[in-house]
């Protein structure tokens, strides 16, 4: 769907995989699976962008793999 990074991981505290888009800011979703997890991130980026777009907000050009310290 998207050329974005996507990082899924466990939260133990919530019991639920979650995945993050950390390019489009607050961009994440969680799931039951990593599929499912990936599948709803998904969703939620189009429609981030979809709003981006309407309001004019400035859309990141995908950076492919970020990495982190």
């Given at each position: ?10 939260s ?17 979703a ?6 499912e ?23 990141p ?7 982190f310290?």
């Amino acid at each position: 769907m998207n050329r974005y990074e996507v990082i899924i991981f466990w939260s133990q505290a919530d019991s639920v995989f979650i995945a993050e888009i950390p390019e489009l800011s607050g961009c994440l979703a969680h799931g039951t699976t990593q599929d499912e997890a990936l599948h709803e991130v998904n969703i939620v980026a189009k429609q981030w962008l979809e709003l981006a777009k309407e309001k004019g907000w400035e859309i990141p050009e995908p950076k492919g793999r970020l990495l982190f310290a």
